[in-house]
C-alpha cells in the first residue's frame, strides 16, 4: 500500500474517531435525550397480547437505565420484564450497572471488581435521561432490584457480566428468597456462567446473548435448554427461521422501531427488549 492511500486511510479513521467519540462525550457531558416513546397498539400486530416486552436496563427511555427508579417505571408501564446488568464486588455484592467501570453515569471512577460495595455508595448517579428528575439514585443491587420486582409484580431479567462462578448460586438463592426463581429470567454473553446455572437449575429460564445466530448458538441452545437472544440488526430471515424453525424461544434486542418489530414477529420472535417500546 502506498503512502497516500495509507495518509488517506488514517485521516478516515481520525474523522470516524471524532465523530463517534464527540457522540460519547457529549453523552456523558451533556446527558442523554429521552427517545420518543412509541406504543406497540400503533403497530400491524393483531394480537399485542403474545408480544413481551422486556425494558431494556429497566425503563431507560424515561428514567437513567439500572436506576431503582428505571426498574419501577418498567413496572408502571406494564413491561413483561425488567432487564438489568450484574456484576460483583470486590467484598462479593451483585451490583446492578453496565460497564465494568462506573464513570459513564456516576461522579466516580471506580471498577466494580475493583472496589467495595461501600465504595460503590460513595456516587450519585449524575448522568442519563431525565437525570434531573431522579436525584441522589445510586448503584442498586441485586437484592434491591428483586424487592421491586416481587412488589411491582414484574419478571426480573438478570444479565451476567462479571464475576466468578463460584458466586453464581448466590443469584439463585436470592431469586429464592423473593420466591421470583420460577419466574425470572438468567442471560448473559458468557456461555459457560449459564451453563454454570444450568447446572444448579435444570429449569430456570436461561437466553444465550449472541450478536449474530450461527449453527453453533443454535446447538448450544438445543442442547442446554437455552432460549436464544440475538442482535436484531445482525441477522437476517433465513437464520431466524432456522433457529425457529428448532422450536428455539428467540428474543431479539434492542428494537425501537414498530415496524422492525412487525417484521420479527411474522418471523416468531415473540420477546423483544426495548428502550421505548411501551403497550
Known amino acids: 500500500m502506498n503512502k497516500k492511500k495509507v495518509k488517506i486511510i488514517s485521516i478516515l479513521l481520525a474523522i470516524a474517531i471524532i465523530i463517534f467519540g464527540g457522540v460519547y462525550v457529549a453523552d456523558l457531558f451533556l446527558g442523554y435525550d429521552a427517545p420518543e416513546i412509541k406504543t406497540i397498539s400503533d403497530s400491524n400486530i393483531k394480537n399485542t397480547k403474545d408480544i413481551k416486552l422486556t425494558a431494556h436496563r429497566g425503563f431507560s427511555g424515561v428514567a437513567p437505565e439500572n436506576t431503582i ?139 444465550y446473548l449472541v450478536e449474530e445466530i450461527t449453527d453453533t448458538e443454535i446447538n448450544e441452545c438445543v442442547n442446554n435448554n437455552f432460549a436464544l437472544a440475538f442482535n436484531h440488526k445482525k441477522n437476517s430471515g433465513d437464520i431466524i427461521k432456522t433457529a425457529n424453525d428448532k422450536k428455539i424461544k428467540l428474543c431479539a434486542w434492542t428494537v425501537d422501531d414498530l415496524e422492525k418489530i412487525e417484521q420479527l414477529y411474522n418471523m416468531g420472535v415473540k420477546y423483544i427488549t426495548t428502550n421505548s417500546v411501551i403497550y
Open 69 to 207: 427508579a428505571a426498574f419501577e417505571k418498567a413496572a408502571e408501564f406494564n413491561f413483561f420484564a425488567a432487564e438489568c446488568d450484574v456484576h460483583l464486588t470486590k467484598d462479593g455484592v451483585w451490583v446492578i450497572y453496565h460497564d465494568d467501570n462506573i464513570f459513564r453515569l456516576t461522579n466516580g471512577y471506580k471498577n466494580i471488581a475493583d472496589a467495595t460495595y461501600d465504595e460503590l455508595q460513595e456516587y450519585v448517579i449524575d448522568n442519563g435521561v431525565n437525570v434531573e428528575k431522579y436525584p441522589n439514585q445510586k448503584i442498586p443491587t441485586l437484592e434491591e432490584f428483586l424487592v421491586v420486582c416481587k412488589d411491582m409484580n414484574i419478571v426480573p431479567q438478570i444479565e451476567i457480566k462479571n464475576g466468578s462462578k463460584e458466586k453464581l448460586q448466590e443469584i439463585l438463592k436470592l431469586l429464592d428468597k423473593y420466591e421470583l426463581r420460577e419466574n425470572s429470567i438468567i442471560i448473559s454473553f458468557n456461555i459457560e456462567a449459564l451453563k454454570t446455572i444450568r447446572k444448579l437449575d435444570k429449569n430456570i429460564e436461561i437466553w
